[in-house]
């Protein structure tokens, strides 16, 4: 599960990591360190423009949350973030933009919430952690995109065009699972070209791609609570809590690095 991540990195930067080709700068967005379903992310894919024999790698900005080509009407974007890795290759949602319509989501990190039940409260406690690559590096996830018709502009709108993505998941690896049984699946950089190539289209050959990283590349480390308000955006939402602020009603074993 994947419901909030922090995407910070420098566009030119991206362009540069993924030896983009094409970038247009009056894409740009800001950097936010709380997005939520429906707002934009960069994404990097390969498309083959008109005129032109072959794919051409391109950063775009994408709107979260997946939208079906013959979806009536884009509501249904905020319930299709994630598809999940074990059954995208054939649900309708999803099987045609698998087939042809891959991207990468570079990302900073994640947000996951841990539920724990405290003793003598109604309501359980949820701490958010931020998982993201110990080394430092962009969280590359593997993603899906499509592009919807809005039949009620007409062609030359600007508008009249919507094109979303949505996050494959995984089963989280074993440091991972006791905040969360799933986790956002990231691919190594041997296999960008692969997953990328629009020309690849079989599904078996797709699904052995869909191989998370060996475990160890992760760390979790307890959030503030403010993440959990959209109107929070900051680089202050990464900052660690410490073994005090995390303990609650006599149990709980403070910070937690994965």
């Known amino acids: 599960m994947c419901g909030r991540f922090a995407s910070s990195t420098k566009p030119e930067d991206l362009v540069e990591i993924f030896g983009v080709e094409q970038w247009d700068p009056a894409e740009t967005i800001a950097p936010s360190w709380n997005v ?31 939208v079906p080509a013959w ?7 905020v319930k299709m973030i994630n598809a999940r890795a074990e059954t995208v290759h054939e649900k309708p949602s999803y099987r045609q933009a698998f087939a042809s319509r891959r991207c990468l989501l570079p990302i900073d990190g994640y947000y996951e ?22 080394d430092g590096g962009p969280l590359v996830l593997a993603g899906l995109y499509e592009f919807w018709r809005d039949r009620t502009r007409p062609a030359d709108d600007a508008l009249a065009w ?9 089963e989280a690896e ?4 006791p905040i969360h049984e799933r986790m956002p699946l990231f691919l190594d950089a041997g296999v960008y070209d692969a997953w990328l ?46 073994e005090t602020a995390v303990a609650f009603g006599g149990g709980g074993s403070g910070a937690t690095l994965f």
């Open 174 to 177: 074993p440091a991972l699972a």
């Open 197 to 242: 190539d629009p020309a690849r289209t079989e599904p078996d050959e797709l699904r052995s791609l869909l191989v998370p990283p060996a475990p160890g590349a992760l760390q979790a480390v307890p959030v503030g609570a403010g993440v959990g308000s959209i109107r929070n955006n900051g680089p202050e939402l990464l900052r660690p809590l410490d």
């Open 113 to 134: 919430w841990k539920t724990t039940a405290v003793p003598g409260r109604a309501k359980p406690h949820k701490q958010p952690y931020f998982v993201s690559r110990t």
């Open 71 to 77: 979806s009536k009407s884009p509501e249904s974007a």
């Open 36 to 66: 939520a379903p429906t707002n934009s992310a960069y994404a990097v894919l390969e498309r083959v423009p008109k005129g032109r024999p072959d794919p051409v790698r391109q950063l775009r900005v994408l709107r979260w949350g997946l």
């Open 162 to 170: 919507l094109v979303t993505c949505t996050i494959v998941t995984t």
